[in-house]
């Protein structure tokens, strides 16, 4: 049982090391992709958010204004390379 599992996963990388790549994309094709995919202006409206990277100085003026905290918070590598 244990051989018959070796020989399908030899078979899937094989076959899936076989596959064609993607034809490059060209110049004009990928300014048009990237125009496209690009965020617009009213798109990114947590970049008008004035974030604070101190906790201390966010309970304060919080606290002050009497506001709720939204607290982000993320452990590890932000692109998940741990």
């Known amino acids: 049982m244990k051989s018959r599992s ?3 996963c030899g ?3 094989l076959t899936g090391r ?3 790549a993607a034809p490059p ?3 004009e094709q990928f300014a ?3 125009a ?3 965020p617009g ?3 990114e409206k947590w970049t008008q958010i004035p974030w604070r990277t101190s906790l201390w100085q966010a309970r304060r003026e919080a606290a002050a204004r009497g506001k709720p905290i939204l607290l982000w918070e993320m452990d590890g590598h932000p692109l998940g390379c741990v």
């Open 36 to 38: 496209l995919i690009k």
């Open 25 to 27: 994309i060209e110049a």
């Open 6 to 8: 070796w020989i399908i």
């Open 41 to 43: 202006k009213g798109e």
């Open 11 to 13: 078979v899937a990388v």
């Open 18 to 20: 076989m596959s064609l």
């Open 32 to 34: 048009k992709l990237h």
